[in-house]
């Protein structure tokens, strides 16, 4: 019941008006996710090589949600 429950929060905060469609850096979102698992990544020894990453029209939240994934 509680996964049910955060499931239904964060849907609602996407359809708040301040969460629609606006540029996006995809390098700025995939450098904080990679910066929120940099203990795990230095832990496995792992590397992770990020290429040039356009700028894109999206939903902020949702691109973070994508890259944890």
Do not use: H, W, Y
């Amino acid at each position: 019941m509680s996964v049910l429950i955060q499931d239904l929060l964060a849907f609602s905060r996407l359809l708040k008006s301040e969460n629609r469609f606006r540029l996006v850096p995809l390098a700025e979102i995939v450098n904080a996710v990679c910066g929120d698992f940099e203990l795990l990544v230095d832990k496995k020894a792992a590397t992770i090589s990020i290429d040039d990453l356009r700028v894109i029209e999206a939903v902020n939240l949702q691109m973070n949600q994508l890259f944890i994934i």
